[in-house]
């Protein structure tokens, strides 16, 4: 039974600017304590496993504390909402589904009512701390210029409003404030809203209803509602001169490796931090413009976009000229970027969809059975440390123009423990897996696969295990 926690109340009045909070939303949580595992993925976790409540900010005199926004119609007996430190808490007066077709049963993630941000999302830094130095302050700008228009941001795009607008895969990043320890080294909620009202009160940044405000903290600082401990990053919603906007906190993962990095020690642009704290930013900024109030895209349980995926990377990993690892190329950077969920095909975690693509649902079809005598889609089974390609363009209504697959990945029978990864055959393995699997036990998973480009539609799957593994593969949609 998923235990309730106490939601952070964030609201208060500042000396020059009132910044009202008006929605609380999920946070990244902390990375499993294992990293990456030994198959390249990390496991997925949106929990912290911590049984204590988390605490609620302090609200100023005369600004109760706010939640979620009420309900417009509220689900009959209540539901688990987001909040905003790593879990769900649950609302008597949480909003409804408010339609039938989103449900978990179809993409895992429902649409409840609110708001959605359309248009350009504009992005802020806010460097909290001492940043002297810091090649950071580089690498994170040209993290923002180059996510709009990125098959990784394009991810978004799969989300609605209740009037059927999408997201647009547009980003653009509107400059850098810095900020030298005006709240001291021990920040609470209520002092990282007060950076951001200094930041736009004196200036440095506009007042923008389309930003999404950073507050990024050096390594020294600490955010003592939970950074660490509960969450590595976390989101909301303020009130500022009656101009709603977003802002988010992420701090510098050098303070904690272990706890809010995938890969402790992993640089692919030199920086531990920077490169860290890309892949919690990516998380929030993906939840940000999916569920801004906290009262739009969310699972039951009160999962965002991000926890859905948290600490999970994809088997499109490859190596870097420094030796590190990555899954994400933006301008002339790599990054290695947690996935988000796709809200088309059933729902899987995705680290980018093709540009200009469109999803067309199939009726669900067998592509691939190993089971079945041997073919070219059939038997016989995986063997041990095998490299197998299938052409799958022209079965099961599957154009030669599709770019990529919904599909469900189960294991049969397998021998021993190990996993399977599937990729394009004219692309490089990332070395990581698409399933996870453990001796004698058939696992099903979901996935948005990439095809081949060349008409094909081939694909290579490695069997990563000592043993034979059956392999089942079924198709529900496509995109191109």
Known sequence: MKKQYLAAARGALYAGACLLAIATARAATVAPASGVTASGVAASSSSTGKAAAVPAAPSAPGFPGTGAPAATGAQPGGAWVPDGKGHGVFRPDAPRILRPGDTVADNGISYHGGPIMLGTTHVYFIFYGNWTGDTATTILPDWAKYLGGSDRYN???????????????SVTYGGAAFDNYSQGTMLDDTAVA???????????????????????????????????????????A??????????AFVGNTLACPNSCEGAPGNDPNGNEGADGMASIMAHELDETVTDPQADAWYDSSGNEVGDLCSYTYGSSIYTTANGSIANVHLGARDFLLQEEWIN?????????????????????????DTRNPPGPTGGPSLLASQTRTFALAGACGIPATAKALSVNVT?????????LTLYPTDQQT?????????????????????????????????NGSGGTVHLVLDVNGYFQ
Do not use: K, M
């Not at 095909?345 to 669900?364: A, D, E, I, W, Y």
């Not at 294991?411 to 996993?419: H, L, Q």
């Open 238 to 247: 303020g009130l500022l001169s009656n101009v709603v906007i977003q802002y």
């Open 194 to 236: 007060a950076v951001v009202s200094t930041a736009i009160g004196t200036n440095a940044l506009p007042l923008d209803h389309n930003g999404v405000y950073f507050v990024l903290t050096s390594a020294d600082v600490n955010e003592t509602t939970g950074f660490c401990t509960t969450y590595c990053g976390w989101h909301t």
């Open 344 to 368: 088309a095909g059933g729902g899987s975690c995705s680290n980018g969809l093709p540009q200009l693509t469109r999803f067309f649902s199939v009726t669900p079809c067998r592509l691939i």
């Open 411 to 419: 294991t049969v029978a397998p021998a021993s423990a190990g996993f």
């Open 430 to 462: 990332g070395g990581t897996s698409t399933i996870n699997f453990s001796a004698g036990r058939t696992l099903a998973n979901n996935a948005v696969l990439r095809l081949s480009g060349e008409g094909s539609g081939s694909i290579n799957v490695v």
């Open 155 to 169: 991810v978004n795009t799969t989300y609605t409003d209740g009037s059927n607008h999408s997201i647009s895969n």
